[in-house]
């Protein structure tokens, strides 16, 4: 029987960060022949990694790496079960271990098959898994590159990334805002121009739809009814209806009584309002047509026009779950 050490045990937890006993089980199974001992730990995680193949990880961090040019990003979620093993310092060292690794990749199964200290990333996860004893996963990976490059991380549950088409003056306050305004309202999209026609009009349907039926309870109820809206993105909004609620606008002050000399001074308002009564889509999905987090009063896409000649040219969000 192989003299199983100390410093042998020592020397396989600090390679795979399984348990004292663990290692020292593994180490007399594998006769104290080391990286046998490491297999036998493997082979303890996938038989693990099997029995927990249905069991959701929706713990975990969001993590991301910026070069130091600030030229390139990527950012990853590692996912367990339990925010109890997210929390732990080992778990969290490990997160960052990955995503050293992912930042020299350019998609996830490039990621995954890259190199671990002797195995595939893929391997490590199910190593760590046995380890833990909880299912591991990298549930999201997002690479970028850009001029200038910046993120933010909120909690280390959702992180984004932001790309510039230029480097300007203060590039890392306006990324940090940008990335920082992603995670907080979800951005999907860059604009309302990136929308497919068809996702709108379906989108418009089953919206008016909620708010009908919602409507039927409310006005049960006795309660002020929702507004219905025709539209709920710029992309719908035509010359022709815009036009068309101009009309409606000045017919509605002429019923009102409102002198025509002053109708100049409320239109503008009214066309406002209704552009954002009917752009409701927008402001949920598209970066450039949400409100700015940090002062309501003006736009994401006007913000970003306050720092002169840039504009966003990607970004990526991700997040637990």
Request: charged content about 30%; proline content about 1%.
């Amino acid at each position: 029987m192989a003299n199983i050490t100390a410093a042998d045990v020592k020397k396989l937890r600090e390679a795979t960060g399984a348990g004292m006993m663990d290692c020292k089980k593994a180490l007399v199974e594998a006769e104290g022949d080391f990286d046998k001992a490491i297999e036998v730990l493997r082979k303890k995680g996938q038989k693990v990694a099997a029995k927990r193949a249905d069991r959701e990880s929706t713990e975990g961090v969001a993590i991301t790496k910026i070069n130091d040019d600030n030229t390139s990003g990527v950012a990853i979620v590692l996912a367990c079960e339990t925010d109890f093993v997210a929390k732990n310092d080992s778990f969290k060292e490990l997160a960052q271990q990955f995503v050293n690794i992912a930042f020299n990749h350019d998609t996830k199964e490039s990621f995954l098959a890259a190199d671990f200290g002797g195995m595939t990333v893929a391997d490590k996860l199910i190593e760590q898994t046995g380890v833990i004893g909880e299912k591991l996963d990298i549930t999201a990976f997002e690479k970028i590159e850009a001029a200038y490059v910046g993120s933010y991380t909120h909690g280390g549950k959702i992180a984004a990334i932001v790309g510039l088409n230029n480097a300007v003056d203060k590039s890392d306050v306006l990324t940090k805002d940008l990335a920082m305004q992603i995670a907080s309202m979800g951005a999907t999209t860059l604009s309302y121009k990136d929308f497919d026609p068809e996702f709108v009009a379906a989108e418009t349907e089953a919206r008016i739809a909620v708010i009908e039926k919602d409507n039927i309870e409310l006005g049960r109820l006795g309660k002020t009814l929702k507004n219905v809206p025709k539209y709920i993105s710029m992309s719908q909004l035509t010359e022709e209806v815009l036009a068309q609620a101009e009309e409606d606008a000045k017919a509605e002050l002429k019923a009102e009584g409102k002198p025509e000399q002053i109708w100049d001074r409320i239109l503008p308002g009214k066309m406002e309002r209704f552009i954002s009564d009917n752009t409701t889509l927008d402001k949920e999905q598209c970066l450039l047509d949400q409100n700015f987090i940090k002062d309501e009063k003006k736009s994401v896409a006007a913000y970003v026009d306050s720092y002169g000649d840039v504009a966003i040219s990607t970004f990526k969000r991700v997040t637990l779950g």
